[in-house]
């Protein structure tokens, strides 16, 4: 890593004339590398505000480029001030990489991945790095003393926050208690309302681990209610989840879980279809899942290159697990993100799944439902696959796929300008959804598509969600789909 330094007759303002010109240097090489990374230097040093100059007026130095990783450091001391309930081996384990450094460039590479650890934790406000000369009687040649400043946060917080998802908006209500252990530990107490009648209130209880794969443990319980008038009945649940999420390799995580829940499914009308009506009453759901997940994208909402994978595995009702609800689950999630000029990206998306029943039949609450502005646009929400008096009935199989070519407006170009937060795109995307029993022609009925396309305009809501408005032309429709031409709306996080 190449960066500048005065030539060696400069002298600092902290030292005297009896230093030797390696510590001046060092001291302004910190200057700069620390400025460029948010870290600051104890000592203040007066220098050039634009360091590729060739000769500060000011001081009259003359600056040249060095190569920082050539010159030998080493960590003689770490200071932590502004602990009060974190444990002391807690921010212990976030530093010690410290001492492995050898030279300028790893002290302020390791410096600066101490921070990223300690704002991990969730625990600080703010974190301030100081890195100064060790002018101790016990310092070594070359050695440094590093400082961090942390900030606490308070013992409880509040806040009020909006969360968007499934095409609904929710207003939220949370209270947070951070560092309730002193090892990173919080509880959190949230409670959403959406603006389509749905209600969540959550009480959890999150525990990182400080091991070699950084495991994540969270405990809930919850209660939430979710209507659904496309199929003609309201849920309401009850239930426990236990989760446990760490990293693989990179970019690639782990998700184990086990959930319990009291299910109640309700008719929202009398003249529903019988086939919702009949699974009204109490259900017992006791299940375990896997969710393994890798996100090589460059962004989340508008990513202009990269590949995400997502897979989930559940199954319920062993005679281990119990309950009255039985089945074997999987689904499937791609995107791929391909720049083929500049500013224009084509996205591949494809996402499939399938639910098999082992004791008992799958009932609605547990089955696919495909359709809507983040699924297969063109189509109502939950309008493909089998329907019963007009009420979406879920399917047991799905797939679906979509193209996308993304490009900025033409009136809004410039990076990094108010135009970033818009985009124009065309898009075809097909699907299907059924109820099969693995019959040849019920295989080749599943394979005909439901189809759509369209063009329309994608707007970033910061890194929280993505609004879309489309205009959508229904292509191919099967019996029973519940088809949107026209003008349609989208809001949420993740799309096809």
Known sequence: MLFVWPNATTQTQERDKSSSPSDNC????????????????????????????KYDC???????????????ARVDRVHINGLQRTKNDLATDCVKTLFKAKTFEEVIERANKARKNFEKLGCFRNINVDIDINNDTA????????????????????????????????????????NVCGRAEKITL????????????????????????????????????????????MN???????????????KVRHSLQYEGTIREPSALERNVAFEVREQSGHHFKSALRHVLSADWRDACIFPTRGLFFRMTTEVAGTRLLGGNV??????????????????VVVQCSATGGFVKPLNRNVGILDLFYLGGPQTVRGFEMRGIGPHVGGNAIGANVFWASAIHIFTG???????????????????????????????????????????????????????????????????SLRKGDVSCPGFQFGIGLEYL
């Not at 200057?31 to 050039?48: A, D, N, Q, T």
């Not at 409880?156 to 947070?176: H, R």
């Open 326 to 343: 039985s089945f074997l689950k999987n689904d499937t999630f791609v995107q791929l993100n391909i720049p083929v000029l500049e500013d």
């Open 58 to 72: 000011e001081e009259g130095i003359t600056w040249k480029e060095v190569n920082i990783s050539e010159f030998d």
């Open 236 to 250: 309401k649940e009850k239930g426990i989840l236990f989760d446990v999420t760490f990293p693989s390799f990179s």
């Open 139 to 178: 310092a070594t040649e070359n050695g440094l003393a590093v400082t961090f400043q942390l900030d606490e946060m308070k013992s409880i917080i509040g806040g009020l926050q909006t969360l968007i998802g499934d095409n609904e908006g929710s207003l939220a209500v949370g209270f947070k208690m951070p």
């Open 26 to 53: 060092l001291k302004t090489c910190f200057f700069y590398m620390l400025k460029e990374m948010g870290v600051s230097l104890s000592k203040r040093i007066k220098s050039s505000s634009k360091y590729d100059q």
């Open 409 to 475: 407006l033409p009136f809004l170009t410039g990076k990094g300008g108010f135009g970033d937060h818009f985009r124009f795109h065309a898009f075809y995307n097909v699907g299907n959804a059924k109820k099969i029993d693995g019959s040849r022609s019920a295989f080749e009925n599943f394979m005909q598509i439901s189809s759509a396309y369209g063009a329309g305009v994608a707007i970033r809501l910061g890194q929280m969600a993505r609004v879309e408005f489309n205009y959508c032309i229904p292509v």
């Open 190 to 233: 949230d409670y959403t309302h959406g603006n389509k009648n749905t209600t969540c209130l959550n009480l959890s209880f999150i525990k990182p681990f400080q091991y070699r794969m950084s495991p994540v443990l969270t405990a809930s319980i919850f209660q939430q209610v979710g209507v659904w008038p496309q199929s003609g009945y």
